[in-house]
């Protein structure tokens, strides 16, 4: 299917390529596949008279940002694989060249309070990275419905978007709600978000990633993330590292220099010395006194 999208007006340029893999339309919401092939680096401004929600089934390209206030330093933030983006709002982004595979939703109201612009802050950078494990699978089952229609597609899709679109409602709340909790100047979204990005496998990320996740600057990251944890931003991630060592450890597998990469080391001889230092063991130590 080479179709027009009926999700949203895309423009027509040589340095982007959209093509409509597949499609389910519902009362209130169109549910597209999306193949995007992005030629040179890319940006611009995104808005649509209809709510967007956007997940990216395989990585988007380069590393995509935006935000609300414009591509200032400490407005715009890391784009997630799932993004909302609320009716009649200006979505500034930019990523890299590439491929990108998508599946697209563009919907009316669905009975949301919260699809237009007066949308809470904390919610609308929420938006820009929606961590919900729910609405994830759900929209990768709608993206399988439209790719390999079976028996009542259309009708199995119709109940998976209403709790997509349940699922992203809790979401918002409880964004809103948290995100106003202050702890010494940082939401919990904010630390919850530098947690995240910590802990995930290999190097961990650098503070201008850091602060672009919490909205921030690099210099007021550093202060607010110093009054909110009463450490350094160096002290903490190494911290979390061990932390997530110990916890690999307590198991048979995966091997130790495996370990090593996992926790962001670029050798199992820097991450031995590391936890020796931490803990007066070795990994290999450690690891034979948790299983016994």
């Known amino acids: 299917m080479n179709a027009v999208s009926q999700v949203?007006?895309?423009?027509?340029?040589?340095a982007m390529e959209c093509t409509v893999r597949g499609r389910i339309a519902l009362p209130g919401v169109v549910m597209e596949l999306h193949h995007y092939r992005f030629r040179g680096q890319q940006g611009g401004v995104f808005s649509s008279p209809r709510s967007f929600l956007d997940l990216a089934?395989?990585?988007?390209?380069?590393?995509?940002?935006?935000?609300?206030?414009?591509?200032?330093?400490?407005?715009?933030?890391?784009?997630?694989?799932?993004?909302?983006?609320?009716?009649?709002?200006?979505?500034?982004?930019?990523w890299g060249e590439g491929e990108q595979t998508s599946?697209?939703?563009?919907?009316?109201?669905m009975g949301f309070d919260h699809d237009g612009p007066d949308?809470?802050?904390?919610?609308?950078?929420?938006?820009?990275?929606?961590?919900?494990?729910a609405v994830r699978e759900a929209l990768?089952?709608?993206?399988?419905?439209?790719?390999?229609?079976?028996?009542?597609?259309?009708m199995l899709t119709q109940a998976i978007w209403l709790?997509?679109?349940?699922?992203?409602?809790?979401?918002?709340?409880?964004?809103?709600?948290?995100g106003g909790t202050g702890v010494g100047g940082m939401t919990r979204t904010q630390l919850q978000r530098i947690g995240d990005r910590v802990e995930q496998p290999g190097k961990p990320p650098s503070v201008a990633e850091l602060a672009a996740e919490c909205g921030l600057s690099t210099r007021h990251f550093f202060?607010?993330?110093?009054?909110?944890?009463?450490?350094?931003?160096?002290?903490?991630?190494?911290?979390r590292k061990i932390d997530r060592a110990k916890q690999l450890?307590?198991?048979?597998?995966?091997?130790?220099?495996?370990?090593?990469?996992?926790?962001?080391?670029?050798?199992?001889?820097?991450?031995?010395?590391?936890?020796?230092?931490a803990t007066g063991l070795t990994p290999r130590q450690f690891r034979e006194g948790a299983m016994h």
């Open 163 to 178: 709790q997509a679109a349940i699922e992203l409602q809790r979401y918002l709340h409880g964004s809103a709600r948290d």
């Open 140 to 154: 990768r089952r709608i993206a399988g419905e439209i790719a390999q229609p079976g028996f009542c597609s259309e």
């Open 119 to 133: 949308l809470s802050k904390d919610a609308l950078q929420a938006s820009l990275d929606v961590r919900s494990p």
């Open 57 to 94: 089934l395989s990585p988007r390209p380069g590393r995509p940002c935006g935000g609300y206030g414009g591509m200032k330093e400490g407005r715009a933030s890391a784009l997630g694989d799932v993004l909302f983006v609320p009716a009649r709002s200006e979505l500034h982004t930019e």
């Open 249 to 277: 450890l307590r198991q048979a597998r995966p091997a130790i220099k495996v370990i090593a990469w996992d926790c962001g080391f670029d050798s199992a001889a820097a991450f031995s010395a590391a936890f020796r230092k």
């Open 8 to 14: 949203y007006d895309l423009p027509v340029t040589p």
């Open 103 to 109: 599946i697209c939703c563009g919907f009316d109201g």
């Open 223 to 239: 202060r607010q993330f110093k009054i909110a944890t009463g450490q350094t931003l160096t002290r903490y991630v190494a911290d």
